[in-house]
């Protein structure tokens, strides 16, 4: 199944206490975001890939992105206040496909197998999201006190890719900007229009680069795989 990737790229990076981008922080002798935009580089799946940056981080972006040789970069767009405003601007931009899938340019270890179970689920069903199963036993609380252990089967983390039909998310997105609504992620778009959504089960691997602790756990985890290459 051929798809449209969507990376919103536009975040601050706060908590990285870094002074510049997060995903413009080297990796293995990479940026993050490069790591990322190879894994959709790699994929015959894949049609094309749009970001969604700042103004002012947009030409060092088109720099790396040349410097590495990708070619399936087709267009950035500027990012908006939220997440969702850079998601909306980026699918504005693209030509109308089948399948679009939008994900963090922060998780450079996506794997291409979740990436087409996910498209093709989309495509038969309409939306698909990435997932692992909580393994800690969560807790409610009120005043620091418990209330209540709840039943983690029943419970997900979610993360990207998040894959729906094009005309789905482009409903969801523009729906949420008509009635001000500011969701936590693209599936709850989708959700709150009354859409099913199902979850693909993914790997705990596909961590997304936040915090200075994130870059350690990254380093590991790409010194694995290349080692799982020779």
């Not at 972006?61 to 267009?75: A, N, P, S, T």
């Not at 983690?152 to 001000?180: H, K, V």
């Amino acid at each position: 199944m051929m798809y449209t990737a969507i990376l919103p790229a536009a975040g601050s990076g706060t908590r990285m206490k870094a002074n510049k981008n997060k995903l413009l922080l080297e990796l293995g002798g990479k940026p993050v975001f490069i790591h990322t935009l190879e894994v959709f580089e790699a994929d015959p799946a894949c049609r094309s890939i749009w970001l969604a940056v700042k103004p002012e981080e947009q030409r060092i972006m088109e720099e790396e992105i040349k410097r590495f040789g990708l070619k399936k970069v087709y267009g950035l767009t500027g990012g908006g206040k939220e997440r969702q405003d850079s998601v909306r601007a980026c699918l504005e931009a693209i030509p109308a496909c089948e399948v679009v899938l939008v994900h963090d340019a922060a998780r450079p270890f996506i794997r291409q197998g979740t990436i087409r179970r996910l498209a093709e689920t989309a495509a038969q069903e309409g939306a698909a999201i990435a997932a692992v199963k909580v393994k800690d036993t969560i807790k409610k609380a009120e005043n620091g006190l418990v209330s209540e252990t709840v039943d983690r089967d029943s419970l997900w983390m979610i993360q990207t890719p998040q894959a729906f039909r094009y005309s789905l998310l482009l409903e969801a997105t523009r729906s949420a900007n008509e009635d001000g609504f500011l969701g936590t992620d693209e599936s709850m778009l989708t959700e709150r229009l009354g859409y099913p959504v199902r979850i693909v089960e993914s790997s705990y691997e596909n961590i997304k680069i936040t915090t200075p602790d994130d870059l350690i756990y990254g380093k590991a985890i790409l010194e694995q795989r290349r080692q799982e290459e020779y």
